[in-house]
């Protein structure tokens, strides 16, 4: 009998049990066989091959989703953005203020609260992602060639899923 619950015995039949990563005693599991490290590696290649494409246009990943997200035209606070493009507020920071530096986004009050400053995309900034987006599009249609329409929807689906501790 196993104890799930310390005022609930259950008894468990080891034909429900399922070890996705069962191992021998003394066996080592692998690396590469957690899904946290899949996961790494996945976003490692994926960002790579995209800040490939994007180098010809002298910007990083991060600059990419920084303009997409404010591309919508609705100002965000950087708690928000660092949120929105999964950065730090510090490396945010720097990197906001090389983009206000090359006019890319720029920083105004917030009509409803002027002690709260918000980002925007510059005209500049709108230009530079359209191409961007072009670039980031060529990225996913080679992955969606690569690994089927089917595969990629459900992948992305599975993620949303895992994002949302909903597995």
Known sequence: MMLLNT???VEIQSSEIVAPMAKLPGQETLITEYLAYRLAQANREINRQLESRLAGEGVPVEQWRILKVLSDGNGRSMGELAEAVLLNRPTLTK???GMV???LVYRASDPKDRRKVLMFCAERGQILRHRLDLLAMSQEAQIVQS?????????KRLLELLINNTI
């Open 147 to 155: 690994c089927g329409n089917r595969s990629v929807s459900e992948l």
């Open 7 to 9: 005022r609930v015995p």
């Open 95 to 97: 990197i906001i203020d």
């Open 101 to 103: 530096l090359e006019a």
